[in-house]
């Protein structure tokens, strides 16, 4: 974990608590539901990621001494900085299971606590949250088009600062096998390894010197970079070489990369020339600038490759820069609230709710979610939160309460999940998702609805606000 502090936040966030503060609010309590309103990738869900990271540095957040030694600078009252000394996250948290397929504007999360503690840790959730989900998402769609492909995140070095070390993390939510990244291999028991850089070739006088101090010193996990002159005059064949010394030796060349050129001819020609040489076992290898499309285009020109290592593309959300994560009032002191906004699609929706999928008789998706108040018991039908017309009837369905209790007083209510289980618990979920929402041209509009009880809850709060 790094070290986060309470004042990893915004600066609006504490002037609005020593407000709260000053006006004998800081036990008024609060309801904020976390959720976002649109796909990224012009995809057809997302993975929810960052969950476990959250919970565990909501446990430890405080403010330190240095924060309250800054704060005081800062011009925040006495009162307000003593208060702060003694501060903890002690609220709950429903949550969607890390690792779950989601979609827009249905809550994935929802914190009730004093309003002073719900808001001051808004930031750091939206920072953790939109960013996991944002890069598991990419990493999942990486994986889809991949299907059995050995998939290795290759990102720190290009990653948005230290966003490089929870991008790791989401890569792997989103059905990565391995990183580069040690620190994150460390820290989140991930599988980690590597090959060479063009600098180790380019620092002895000649690639072979190269290659086979390399398999000296590493033969257990020995990838030979083969471009750096010349992939199929030099490359391989002295590729080539240093896998039969190894064979003499009783060791295995594990690999080679390929890392420039045209990747699918170069692989073709490669596995040709190591299936010559008997070293059908040595297994290729490929990066450079990947992303989806790029591996789906690999696969189709039936590229031999069996390891895609994935880097910019992947840990920067290209060509997404954020995930749009909100985190907005629904309740505020026992008061359903509201916030109005010219377009349907931003008013929000009042109330602590659940979310249920949808489900046919055989447990089979039926392709819509649906919003109600937490403690309705059936739900008939769900209607279009902005399109109010629609509806849709659900009377039959199978469901499933998507949002669970994951945090209480501030501490967890589970057990930390390992980040193994999450992906295979992600991956299940994906499976489970007909193709057509997993399309990346167009695909289906899985239907997010609301209860009858809750529309009018809504409609009802919203005529009060409008007048
Ligand atoms: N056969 C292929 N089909 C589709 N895309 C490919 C294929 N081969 C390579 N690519 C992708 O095309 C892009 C090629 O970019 P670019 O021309 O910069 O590559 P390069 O070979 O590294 O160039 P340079 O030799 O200047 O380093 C990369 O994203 C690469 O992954
Ligand atoms: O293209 P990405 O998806 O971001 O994958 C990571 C890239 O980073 C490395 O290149 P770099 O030029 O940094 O170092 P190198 O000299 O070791 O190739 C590696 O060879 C990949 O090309
Ligand atoms: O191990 C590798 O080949 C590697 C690691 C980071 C970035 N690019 C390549």
Same mark, same amino acid.
């Given at each position: 974990m790094l070290d986060f502090t309470a004042t990893y936040t915004d600066q609006y966030q504490l002037s609005m608590a020593q407000v709260y503060f000053e006006n004998g609010q800081k036990e008024h309590s609060a309801v904020f539901d976390y959720y976002f309103r649109k796909l990224?990738?012009? %995809?057809? *869900? #997302?993975?929810?990621? %960052?969950l476990e990271d959250l919970l565990e540095i909501l446990e430890e957040l405080k403010f330190n001494e240095e924060d309250l030694a800054y704060l005081k600078d800062q011009n925040y009252s006495?009162?307000?900085?003593? *208060?702060?000394?003694?501060?903890?996250?002690?609220?709950?948290?429903?949550?969607?299971?890390? +690792?779950d397929i989601l979609f827009p504007n249905r809550p994935v999360l929802q914190v009730e606590a004093n309003i002073i503690e719900a808001q001051l840790i808004e930031t750091i959730l939206l920072n953790l949250l939109n960013f996991q989900? =944002?890069?598991?998402?990419?990493?999942?769609?990486?994986?889809l088009v991949a299907?059995?492909?050995?998939? @290795?995140?290759?990102?720190?070095?290009?990653?948005? &600062?230290? !966003?490089?070390?929870? #991008?790791?993390?989401? #890569?792997?939510?989103?059905?990565?096998? &391995?990183?580069?990244?040690?620190?994150?291999?460390?820290?989140?028991?991930i599988p980690v390894s590597g090959t060479m850089a063009h600098?180790?070739?380019?620092?002895?006088?000649?690639?072979?010197?190269?290659?086979?101090?390399?398999?000296?010193?590493?033969?257990?996990?020995?990838? @030979?970079?083969?471009?750096?002159?010349?992939?199929?005059?030099? !490359?391989?064949?002295? #590729?080539?070489?240093?896998?039969?010394?190894?064979?003499?030796? +009783?060791?295995? =060349?594990m690999g080679i990369r390929l890392d420039s050129g045209d990747l699918a001819y170069l692989a073709q020609e490669s596995r040709k020339m190591l299936d010559k040489a008997g070293l059908d076992y040595v297994k290729i290898a490929a990066s450079n600038q990947l992303d989806e499309y790029v591996i789906k285009s690999l696969l189709e020109q039936n590229a031999p490759i069996d390891i895609f290592g994935?880097?910019?593309?992947l840990v920067t959300g290209e060509p997404d820069g954020a995930l749009d994560g909100v985190y907005k009032l629904s309740v505020s002191n026992g008061i359903p609230r509201l916030k109005i906004s010219e377009s349907l699609s931003k008013v929000t929706i009042p109330h602590k709710k659940q979310v249920y999928r949808l489900m046919n008789a055989k447990g089979e998706l039926i392709g819509a979610d649906a919003i109600t108040m937490r403690d309705e018991e059936e739900v008939s039908r769900i209607y279009d939160p902005q399109e109010i017309l629609k509806s849709l009837p659900v009377k039959n369905c199978k469901t499933e309460a998507l949002l669970h209790l994951v945090m209480k007083n501030g501490k967890k209510t589970q057990e930390t999940r390992s980040l193994k289980e999450i992906a295979a618990y992600s991956r299940d979920r994906l499976e489970g998702l007909p193709m057509e929402y997993k399309r990346f041209d167009n695909p289906h509009i899985y239907k997010v609805g609301i209860s009858k009880a809750l529309k009018k809850e809504r409609e009802t709060l919203l005529k009060k606000y409008k007048k």
């Open positions: 990224p990738f012009d %995809g057809g *869900y #997302a993975i929810f990621s %960052g006495e009162e307000f900085l003593d *208060y702060l000394k003694t501060f903890k996250f002690s609220g709950t948290i429903m949550a969607a299971r890390e +690792g989900t =944002l890069i598991a998402t990419k990493a999942s769609r990486i994986r299907k059995n492909s050995i998939l @290795l995140e290759f990102g720190l070095r290009r990653a948005h &600062g230290p !966003g490089g070390y929870y #991008a790791s993390r989401a #890569a792997i939510v989103g059905g990565f096998d &391995g990183t580069s990244n040690v620190v994150a291999g460390k820290n989140f028991d600098s180790f070739i380019q620092s002895y006088d000649d690639e072979i010197t190269a290659f086979r101090a390399f398999s000296q010193s590493r033969p257990k996990d020995c990838v @030979l970079l083969v471009d750096t002159y010349d992939t199929l005059k030099s !490359g391989i064949p002295n #590729a080539i070489k240093i896998g039969k010394e190894m064979e003499s030796k +009783g060791q295995k =060349l994935v880097g910019t593309n």
